[in-house]
Every structure is written in structure tokens, then in C-alpha cells.
Nanobody, 115 residues
């Protein structure tokens, strides 16, 4: 199982970023996918989750209305579109797959929101 995040970077407050997580090594369409983030000195927290069918999503209160999670089962990729970014959104963002009782994580992509 491999998860590879991309799309992070430095963005000004109010800006947008689209993160991608390309996956391989498992049947992507069978599993729910999630985005988490971890800020310095804080615990890793759920940002958003999308079910395997792509029809149901869950968002953290802090991101609801500003983030959209989506997936392309043909490309084995999950996305996180983030808008109206705030400095407190600064963190390393991780993609996660939970497969048969095992958590699989990508290496993360840094998002920095600063003027």
C-alpha cells in the first residue's frame, strides 16, 4: 500500500489549495479515505473523510464550508480542495487509508498559510 500526497505549499490567508493523494497497492474503490492534519505541538486530527462510493462525506467543524473532499476511483486518487485558508490551517496534511484493521499513511504535504 502506498499513499503519496502532493499539492501543499505556501499560500496567503484567504487563498486556496488543492491537495492530491495518489494511491496504489490496494483496491481503492473499496475503501473509505481520509485527510488528517498535524500542526506543530498538536495531535493529528481528522480534516475530512469520504466513503468508498464517493457519495458521503464528513468534515471537521473547523473545515466545514471551506473544504471539499472528493475521489476519483478510476485514478485511485483522493483530493482535498481547501478555500478561505487561515493561518491556523498551517499543518502537515496526511492522507489515510484504513484497510482490514490497519492504518496506512502517506508521508504528508506541508501547508503553510502566511502573509
Amino acid at each position: 500500500v502506498q499513499l503519496l500526497e502532493s499539492g501543499g505549499g505556501l499560500v496567503q490567508p484567504g487563498g486556496s489549495l488543492r491537495l492530491s493523494c495518489a494511491t496504489s497497492g490496494f483496491t481503492f474503490s473499496n475503501y473509505h479515505m481520509s485527510w488528517y492534519r498535524q500542526a506543530p505541538g498538536k495531535e493529528r486530527e481528522l480534516v475530512a473523510q469520504i466513503l468508498s462510493d464517493g457519495l458521503s462525506t464528513i468534515y471537521a467543524d473547523s473545515m466545514r464550508g471551506r473544504a471539499t473532499i472528493s475521489r476519483d476511483n478510476a485514478k485511485n486518487t483522493v483530493y482535498l480542495q481547501m478555500n478561505s485558508l487561515k493561518p491556523e490551517d498551517t499543518a502537515v496534511y496526511y492522507c489515510r487509508a484504513y484497510i482490514l484493521g490497519v492504518h496506512y499513511w502517506g508521508q504528508g504535504t506541508q501547508v503553510t498559510v502566511s502573509s
